[in-house]
């Protein structure tokens, strides 16, 4: 297994978790936060690009069979998705974990999944996967 290509989705993956940690009395206020659903947004946008991370570093391993790294990717980020949720509602100050949030997490990675099996199947991303 070559790490190097799996390095990205796992830093990404420590910095969602030091995100969640952040108390919630030390998230500066911003006017963002006050237009509906934007956090929902963010927790799919960082979903995101951790699915399209983790299916990278997977696919970039060329042992793995064609369905088993998106597979895989949809797992890890459904399950880490929820995870960081329970962390957050049972651990943080100040802050709580939410359905909404959960499935925010989850559609993000679905859309990030979704749409590298579409740019990859029609070749858009053909010279991100030569050696």
């Known amino acids: 297994m070559k790490f190097r290509y799996l390095l990205p989705a796992i830093l990404w993956s420590v910095i969602i978790f030091f995100i969640i940690a952040i108390r919630g009395s030390r998230i500066p206020d911003s006017a963002l936060f006050y237009i509906p659903h934007f956090d929902k947004l963010l927790h799919a946008g960082i979903f ?4 399209i991370l983790l299916l990278w570093g997977l696919i970039k391993q060329k042992k793995n069979k064609k369905a088993i790294p998106y597979i895989i990717t949809l797992l890890f ?11 957050q509602h049972f651990f943080v100050d100040g802050r709580s974990g939410e359905i909404a949030d959960f499935a925010a997490n989850t559609i993000g990675s679905l859309i990030g999944v979704a749409g ?5 199947n029609n070749h858009y991303l053909q010279r991100f996967f030569s050696l």
């Open 48 to 51: 995101f690009v951790l699915s």
């Open 77 to 87: 980020c459904v399950i880490y998705g929820g995870v960081t949720e329970i962390i």
């Open 116 to 120: 590298f099996y579409y740019m990859k």
